[in-house]
């Protein structure tokens, strides 16, 4: 118990340094000092930055992942459901600033790109997974192309409801949650959104 309260004051510091003052911010000795604890503490958990940020990327994966199947309840294939919890997503500005910060380190950091695509492999296959449950016709290769166009479009998305390069607003919110499930299911003519 100790240790994972430990594990957690660490991805909590890493998570508030990356959010508030970027990238730069996120050395090994300063995320230690930030979180109370000695480097060689630090690094007996996550021995390098690459660690580190993996284990982060997995715990917002892994949150984000339960936040899903809590709204969606028993049913994994609610496609309305997974797009209305993800733009309700967009609607904590530090969960966007994390990703913006991952994304600009990633085009920098060969590590840290290879670390966000783990990531997005993972979410992309949680939304073929949901797909093929509500479409389980569909080929294999197709439920990946519209998976990743939908993850892509999510993302873009955060910059234009979260205050970033743009501002939510209902009728933006309506139509972004049709065109996403058109997206997933377009041979269904006029999916009705679930409210974001």
């Known amino acids: 118990p100790r240790g994972a309260a430990r594990v957690e004051a660490i991805l909590d510091e890493a998570t508030r340094l990356l959010v508030s003052e970027g990238d730069g911010a996120l050395a090994l000795r300063r995320v230690a000092a930030g979180a109370g604890i000695a480097l060689g503490n630090l690094q007996y958990y996550f021995p390098t930055q690459e660690s580190l940020l993996r284990a982060l990327l997995a715990r917002v994966f892994t949150r984000a992942r339960a936040r899903l199947d809590a709204a969606l309840g028993s049913d994994a294939g609610d496609l309305r459901g997974i797009v209305g919890v993800l733009l309700d997503e967009h609607a904590d500005p530090n969960a966007c600033r994390l990703f913006y910060e991952l994304w ?20 992309v296959d949680a939304v073929v997974e949901a797909l093929r449950a509500q479409c389980p016709g569909l080929a294999p290769d197709v439920a990946r192309s519209r998976a990743r166009m939908f993850v892509a479009a999510i993302e873009g998305l955060s910059l234009f409801r979260s205050g970033a390069a743009g501002e939510s607003d209902p009728a933006f919110d309506a139509d972004a949650a049709r065109w996403l499930l058109q997206t997933l299911v377009p041979d269904d003519p006029a999916p009705a959104p679930r409210a974001p």
């Open 104 to 123: 600009a380190l990633a085009a920098r950091e060969r590590w840290a790109s290879r670390v966000l695509r783990a990531f997005y492999d993972a979410y």
